[in-house]
């Protein structure tokens, strides 16, 4: 048994001090005054510890992206945002050609159960599925994506994939996407539907909300913008209680006046993510995304064209810059990275309980990540 002592301890609703987190092996046993005496005690020093943080969109890291399709670049990108916090994350795709999607699906299958087969034991983020972000969107509304591969919905390519694969973003407007959303929420309802890249005006976003689409991805962005007259997408979510939405806090995708509101109107139902591409963690300079060339310049990356491509924010930068310009607790913080994408995911992850796994991060007051534990191992 080990025990992690002198810690702020960040439960869903408070900060716990004076109290100690006991585990064994890979899960957690209570949080609790006594220390029992045989106990490994792992000293934090006054660090805020919390669960560790989930990033349900990111493309790449330190100079690798998932549409790579190599057993490397999952690698990297899962050792390299440990430094940030994440301890775990859904591998997101982008809209490239089939033959590009399916071999990327197809890496990250097999990487999982290489690991379920043969358990690699050096420290690194878990993977615990695949977004697909396109190619089934409206290309209007395309952002950095290529236009030449967006497709419409099908089944087809996505079903080989179905036990990898916990979040798809869609335009609902376009041609057969009610059709697929219809088949996919009869048939695999535990898949999240997030409306995305998309064109839909506010009746028609209201419309796919009943037909199963439960989230919106990066929020503002993406979509038309909110208008008095014409509340769109924006709209419609804000208005949603059961529906769930994500953005970006990288203080260029949304101005921090947006912060608190959101809050005030999702609050639970709120989450942050990176959107992160291959030059995350990374310096200024030339990179890419889908084959085209991005430019990434204080904190910016940006196609070419000046288009947004994504972003090279970190999690915890995340958590900072949202903090700085909102008035709300560190729980109500830390549950955008943890407690809010594990319960959108279905699962049991993200909260500091009983039974629950060890992926564990200790940070101070400015954010900054000082040790993380995966399957309650350490890593500094």
Same mark, same amino acid.
């Given at each position: 048994?080990?025990?992690?002592?002198?810690?702020?301890?960040?439960?869903?609703?408070?900060?716990?001090?004076?109290? !100690?987190?006991?585990?064994?092996?890979?899960k957690?046993?209570?949080?609790?005054? +006594?220390?029992?005496?045989?106990?490994r005690?792992?000293?934090?020093?006054?660090?805020?510890?919390?669960?560790?943080?989930?990033?349900?969109?990111?493309? *790449?890291?330190?100079g690798?992206?998932?549409?790579d399709?190599?057993?490397?670049?999952?690698?990297?990108?899962?050792?390299?945002?440990?430094?940030?916090?994440?301890?775990?994350?859904?591998?997101?795709t982008?809209?490239?050609?089939? %033959?590009?999607?399916?071999?990327?699906?197809?890496?990250?299958?097999?990487?999982?159960?290489?690991?379920?087969?043969a358990?690699? !034991?050096?420290?690194?983020?878990?993977i615990?599925?695949?977004?697909?972000?396109?190619?089934? $969107?409206?290309?209007?509304?395309? *952002?950095?994506?290529?236009?030449?591969?967006?497709?419409?919905? !099908?089944?087809?390519?996505?079903?080989?994939?179905?036990?990898?694969?916990k979040? $798809?973003?869609?335009?609902?407007?376009?041609?057969?996407?009610? +059709?697929?959303?219809?088949?996919?929420?009869?048939?695999?309802?535990?898949?999240?539907?997030?409306?995305?890249h998309?064109?839909?005006?506010?009746?028609?976003?209201?419309?796919s909300?009943?037909?199963?689409v439960?989230?919106?991805t990066?929020?503002?962005?993406?979509?038309n913008?909110?208008?008095?007259r014409?509340?769109?997408?924006v709209?419609?979510?804000?208005?949603?209680?059961?529906?769930?939405?994500?953005?970006?806090?990288?203080?260029?995708? $949304?101005?921090?006046s947006?912060?608190?509101?959101?809050?005030r109107?999702?609050?639970e139902?709120?989450?942050?993510?990176?959107?992160?591409?291959?030059?995350?963690?990374?310096?200024? *300079?030339?990179?890419?995304?889908?084959?085209? %060339?991005?430019?990434?310049?204080? *904190?910016?990356?940006?196609?070419?064209?000046?288009t947004?491509?994504?972003?090279v924010l970190?999690?915890?930068?995340?958590?900072?810059n949202?903090?700085?310009?909102?008035d709300?607790s560190?729980?109500?913080l830390?549950?955008?990275?943890?407690?809010?994408?594990?319960?959108?995911?279905?699962?049991?992850?993200?909260?500091?309980?009983?039974?629950?796994p060890?992926?564990?991060?200790?940070?101070?007051?400015?954010?900054?990540?000082?040790?993380?534990?995966?399957?309650?191992?350490?890593? $500094?």
């Amino acid at each position: 048994m080990k025990a992690i002592i002198n810690a702020k301890i960040v439960t869903s609703t408070e900060v716990l001090e004076g109290y !100690n987190l006991l585990f064994s092996d890979n899960k957690i046993i209570k949080i609790t005054k +006594e220390l029992p005496i045989w106990a490994r005690v792992i000293d934090a020093e006054g660090l805020y510890l919390s669960a560790g943080f989930i990033d349900i969109h990111i493309h *790449g890291s330190a100079g690798f992206d998932v549409m790579d399709a190599t057993p490397e670049a999952l690698d990297k990108i899962s050792k390299t945002i440990l430094e940030t916090g994440t301890t775990s994350f859904l591998a997101t795709t982008m809209t490239m050609s089939q %033959k590009d999607i399916t071999k990327a699906l197809l890496n990250v299958q097999n990487f999982l159960a290489s690991e379920t087969l043969a358990p690699n !034991n050096s420290l690194r983020a878990k993977i615990l599925g695949v977004h697909l972000e396109g190619p089934f $969107i409206n290309v209007t509304k395309k *952002g950095a994506q290529n236009a030449d591969y967006i497709q419409t919905p !099908n089944f087809e390519l996505v079903e080989p994939f179905m036990d990898i694969i916990k979040m $798809i973003t869609i335009a609902p407007e376009v041609d057969w996407a009610r +059709e697929f959303i219809f088949y996919m929420k009869k048939h695999y309802p535990e898949v999240v539907l997030s409306i995305g890249h998309s064109d839909a005006d506010y009746k028609e976003t209201k419309k796919s909300f009943e037909w199963g689409v439960s989230h919106a991805t990066h929020l503002f962005n993406a979509m038309n913008p909110l208008y008095h007259r014409e509340p769109a997408i924006v709209g419609a979510v804000l208005e949603s209680d059961d529906v769930s939405c994500d953005i970006i806090a990288d203080l260029i995708h $949304i101005h921090p006046s947006f912060f608190k509101l959101l809050y005030r109107v999702k609050r639970e139902q709120l989450i942050l993510i990176t959107d992160a591409m291959r030059a995350g963690c990374l310096c200024n *300079g030339v990179s890419e995304i889908g084959g085209q %060339k991005v430019m990434v310049k204080d *904190g910016e990356a940006r196609l070419e064209d000046g288009t947004l491509a994504g972003s090279v924010l970190k999690l915890n930068e995340a958590l900072r810059n949202f903090h700085k310009y909102t008035d709300i607790s560190i729980p109500e913080l830390i549950a955008m990275v943890t407690k809010i994408p594990a319960q959108k995911l279905g699962l049991k992850i993200g909260e500091l309980k009983e039974g629950y796994p060890v992926d564990l991060v200790l940070f101070d007051k400015d954010f900054e990540i000082k040790k993380c534990f995966v399957k309650g191992v350490a890593k $500094i």
